[in-house]
């Protein structure tokens, strides 16, 4: 039974202080989520020491980076390297978000690239973000565009390593805008990711992969989207700022 995975992703919002304040109070709150539910914090780069250093030996809480360059060293000016992450200690990174493909030239090509440099390090595992636009959607299209995302991302992965990758599906059109996905578009979409991860690999792989759904998530909505049969967590914008807002999508299911 694959486990769920609610990750919140606090983009570019908090500075030290708060990060270290929320870290504290959501260890205060840890004893309410359920066993089978993993949660995750990905925050800002000069956030992660102090949430990692704030949780302490609170090990339920993953911490995760939102983005990082596919070379190890370099002059790439403002880029922060894999292997950098993983002194400073992250379990997860976000790879392909839809902002990071809009505003910072992200590719189908580069999203590749960073998922196979991730993929060597055993102790860091990628959420790979994919979705499809509201053009995109009203024309009818949008299967074949998040499988052709699919496709490329995975494109030179071994079926092993296809296994670590949590796929967040997020169409563009709900992210920041209040426009929630229904319980049943966010499964349809999950379902046909699954199937694309079948046919690339196997049933069985596709059955390990954890598919979440990324978009307006809220306390309020975030139950009948888990009930669904194809999704198994959240990536989780602004409701993730606050522990309360957090916590109540952690346990809603």
Known sequence: MRRLLIAG?????????EASAFAQELKGKISQLSENVDIAICAPFTQLDTLIEALGDEKRVLIGAQNAHYEDAGAFTGEISIPML???????????????????????ETVNLKLKRILKEEDINPILCVGESLEIRESGEENSFVESQIVA????ISAEDAKRITVAYEPIWAI???????????QDMCKVIRQ??????????????????????????AKE?????????ALV????LKVEDFVGICTAK
Request: net charge negative; charged share 25%; aromatic share 6%.
């Open 176 to 186: 920041g805008t209040g426009k929630t996905a229904s319980s049943q578009q966010a």
């Open 9 to 17: 992703n606090w983009k570019m919002h908090k500075n030290k202080a």
């Open 86 to 108: 993983k002194e400073v200690g992250v379990d997860l990174l976000i790879i392909g978000h839809s902002e990071r493909r809009q505003y910072f030239g992200e590719t189908d």
């Open 225 to 233: 989207l888990l009930s669904m049969e194809d999704i198994d967590g």
């Open 237 to 240: 914008g602004g409701a993730s």
């Open 153 to 156: 991302a995975f494109k030179d």
């Open 196 to 221: 694309k991860i079948s046919d690339l690999y196997s049933d069985a792989v596709s059955d390990e992969v954890i598919i979440q759904y990324g978009g307006s998530v809220k306390p309020a909505n």
